[in-house]
């Protein structure tokens, strides 16, 4: 069964910390793995993840993937109290017409 | 338009009533998502349009949930007698082509309430 797991289900920093949110994946014909914020009801876009190894960075945020171990991480540093949301992870999959989003992970910066 | 517009953003209905949500993708986005997410979970995805046609129905939760996208544009998700497990936010998220471009733009969702 296609499955996404993220870690931690939630994680409460101070402001300037740097954080680390996990998401693992099992997948049959794995194509990319997406990063989402959700703040109220619509996830935004963050990084679209394919290739193996490649950091994607935009501002304050990175993200890798690794497709041997099947995770990726996403980096967060020097945290605003904006940065606070959920983080969704997604994995598409060539082999079916469906996402598989993992249940997110709850971050909230404290001034 | 300039994002993903879904309507009616709020729906409240009594248990048993039919309800029709409707979202317009962006302009030009061939393959359309709608997704549910009930409060305090993840999302959970329901079905998707390539074109007008959706490859795979199997997401849809019971028989009563059905949908349609006509023109390659607007899609209606359709609850028939609802319960109020069917309570939540329901997303739609349009991509451009899904064989090259997976990135999902999100719609604001429609809350829908059985009470």
């Known amino acids: 069964e296609d499955k996404v797991v993220q870690s931690p289900l939630s994680l409460v920093v101070h402001e300037g910390d740097t954080v680390t949110l996990n998401c693992s994946y099992e997948v049959t014909n794995f194509r990319s793995l997406l990063w989402y914020k959700q703040e109220k009801k619509a996830p935004t876009f963050l990084f679209m993840l394919?290739?193996?190894?490649i950091e994607k960075k935009s501002g304050r945020l990175s993200s890798i993937l690794d497709k041997k171990e099947l995770f990726s991480i996403l980096n967060i540093t020097a945290t605003q109290t904006g940065d606070s949301a959920v983080y969704l992870c997604?994995?598409?999959?060539?082999?079916?017409?469906?996402?598989?989003f993992g249940s997110g992970t709850r971050l909230s910066i404290r001034p | 338009g300039a994002g993903v517009s879904q309507s009616p953003s709020n729906k409240v209905t009594e248990k048993g009533k039919d309800v029709e949500l409707r979202c317009d993708p962006i302009?030009?986005?061939?393959?359309l998502y709608w997704y549910r997410q009930s409060l305090g979970q993840g999302l959970e995805f329901l079905i998707y349009?390539?074109?007008?046609?959706?490859?795979?129905k199997s997401g849809l939760p019971s028989d009563r949930f059905s949908a349609e996208r006509t023109g390659g544009s607007v899609s209606t998700l359709t609850i028939q007698r609802t319960q109020q497990e069917d309570s939540a936010v329901y997303l739609c998220?349009?991509?451009?082509?899904?064989?090259?471009?997976?990135?999902?733009?999100f719609g604001p969702g429609t809350r829908l309430l059985v009470l």
């Open positions: 349009f390539q074109g007008n046609s959706a490859p795979d």
């Open positions: 997604a994995v598409s999959a060539s082999s079916a017409s469906k996402i598989i």
């Open positions: 394919t290739s193996s190894g």
């Open positions: 302009s030009g986005h061939t393959a």
């Open positions: 998220a349009s991509s451009l082509v899904r064989a090259r471009e997976e990135t999902q733009y």
